[in-house]
């Protein structure tokens, strides 16, 4: 079994900068595809960015050229950069890891944007 344990939620002013964390607790982290999701109150949770073991990206449309997705293999962490938040972005944000079919996820962190 892998644990996600997120980190880096909080309130920020609109406008603002946060830096999500998500550490692994396994060796092989570098052959998962790594995803930021978020859920909003009364919405369904949304893929947020996905970062693949070979290092492609994607990107939601709501944040692309705001966020930023990447990894440190060595630390078995993935990080989201999120640069000019908008209150639509408040959400709680989880961290997702997958390879093939098994799928892990963490807790969860808090984010609230205010305008």
């Known amino acids: 079994q892998v644990q996600l344990v997120e980190s880096g939620g909080g309130l920020v002013q609109a406008g603002g900068s946060l830096r999500l964390s998500c550490v692994a607790s396994?060796?092989?982290?570098?052959?998962?595809?790594m995803e930021w999701y978020r859920q909003a109150p009364g919405k369904q949770r949304e893929v947020v960015a996905t970062?693949?073991?070979?290092?492609?990206?994607n990107y939601t449309d709501s944040v692309k050229g705001r966020f930023t997705i990447s990894r440190d293999n060595a630390k078995n962490a993935v990080y989201l950069r999120m640069n000019r938040l908008q209150p639509e972005d408040t959400a709680v944000y989880y961290c997702?890891?997958?390879?093939?079919?098994?799928?892990?996820w963490g807790q969860g962190t808090q984010v609230t944007v205010s305008s």
């Open positions: 997702r890891g997958s390879y093939y079919s098994v799928q892990y």
């Open positions: 396994r060796s092989n982290f570098g052959i998962l595809t």
């Open positions: 970062l693949t073991s070979s290092g492609t990206t």
